[in-house]
């Protein structure tokens, strides 16, 4: 059974910070791998989806990479802003595309 | 153009009622779902159709009746809801397999129900 960890669940950064969230996964035998967005009180925006056979993802200041072999992903923020304060999610497909989420990590940065 | 829309985005409502929740795609994709994040912000799959078949139903009550008249709508329906049934639904659509290779899954907005 597929498990998606995202430590730490919590991150607080002065504006500016380049920043670093991570993603583990137990079953490498994955497709893809997908980076989500959510602000409070709001739906899922898909910031990046990073196929199995990429090991990078880019997409304005995200950046988002993935070791299959390590069970791992990390999705880089450069030059934080206070706009990008959310709760970041990783998940990654399993049968019949099912996505098994992260618990997410809550980031804020402060102005 | 809204590609996942849901509606309602809120309901609030007595237990032992029956509602439902609907949900729309105009991505033109063949495989919708239905998420569930509870209040701990966990976000599971509940079911997933592809071209108006089933073909993912997870450990849910069978309370919970998914239904798609066509492979652009995927609805929700609940029975005799219940306190635990509290939480946001997200429906959600993708290309056919999409996670085999396929592209990413897009998600509405959520539903968010609350029971009395």
């Known amino acids: 059974k597929q498990e998606v960890t995202q430590i730490p669940a919590a991150l607080s950064v002065p504006e500016g910070e380049n920043l670093v969230l991570n993603c583990s996964f137990t079953d490498s035998a994955i497709y893809n791998l997908q980076w989500f967005r959510q602000d409070p009180g709001k739906g899922l925006t898909s910031l990046l989806l990073?196929?199995?056979?990429?090991r990078e993802q880019t997409s304005g200041r995200l950046n988002a990479s993935l070791d299959k072999s390590s069970g791992r992903s990390t999705l880089y923020i450069a030059a934080s802003q206070p706009g990008d304060s959310a709760t970041y999610l990783c998940?990654?497909?399993?049968?019949?595309?099912?996505?098994?989420f992260g618990k997410g990590i809550t980031l804020s940065v402060r102005p | 153009d809204t590609a996942v829309s849901q509606t309602p985005k809120y309901l609030v409502t007595q237990m032992g009622n029956d509602k439902s929740i609907k949900c729309e795609q105009n991505?033109?994709?063949?495989?919708m779902y239905w998420y569930k994040q509870d209040s701990k912000k966990f976000l599971k799959i509940m079911f997933s159709?592809?071209?108006?078949?089933?073909?993912i139903n997870e450990t849910v009550p069978n309370r919970f009746s998914p239904k798609s008249p066509d492979k652009a709508h995927l609805n929700l329906h609940i029975n005799s809801l219940e306190l635990g049934d509290s939480a946001v639904y997200f429906c959600a659509s993708s290309q056919k397999g999409g996670g085999l290779r396929g592209g990413p899954q897009y998600f509405g907005p959520g539903t968010r129900l609350t029971v009395l």
């Open positions: 991505l033109g994709h063949d495989t």
């Open positions: 159709y592809n071209n108006k078949e089933l073909i």
């Open positions: 998940a990654v497909p399993g049968a019949n595309s099912k996505l098994t």
């Open positions: 990073i196929q199995s056979s990429q």
